[in-house]
């Protein structure tokens, strides 16, 4: 059974640090473009970043770039987001996503699978 599984959210002080990790079963990294959205409360989901299948290239949103790093550990199965500086803007659920091609996609829509969620809350 193909799942994707997200932790390491919590509540961290503006400027800390999380790491997220979604981890893959039922499904091998391999041909699997991984991305990272967040939906906070009366928004939208956005994209905030995806690690593509082939060479490992990698997407950021424009208000992550440079504090936010997506990496993968085929290994592992495992897709991560290190997010240093965090503000409390980025309060919101991050969720994990799976897209069955090689390349990222910006669009939700064309993910295939979903994992749970994982809250983020950034606050002093």
């Known amino acids: 059974q193909l799942q994707l599984v997200e932790s390491g959210g919590g509540l961290v002080q503006p400027g800390g640090s999380l790491r997220l990790s979604c981890a893959a079963s039922g499904f091998t990294l391999d041909y699997s473009a991984i991305g990272w959205f967040r939906q906070a409360p009366g928004k939208e989901r956005e994209g905030v970043s995806c690690?593509?299948?082939?060479?490992?290239?990698?997407n950021y949103a424009d208000s992550v770039r440079g504090r936010f790093t997506i990496s993968r550990d085929n290994a592992k199965n495992t897709v991560y987001l290190q997010m240093n500086s965090l503000k409390p803007e980025d309060t919101a659920i991050y969720y994990c996503?799976?897209?069955?091609?090689?390349?990222?996609?910006?669009?939700?829509?064309?993910?295939?699978?979903w994992g749970q969620g994982t809250q983020v809350t950034v606050s002093s």
């Open positions: 690690i593509m299948s082939s060479g490992g290239a990698t």
């Open positions: 996503a799976r897209r069955r091609s090689y390349f990222c996609s910006g669009s939700s829509g064309e993910y295939e699978s």
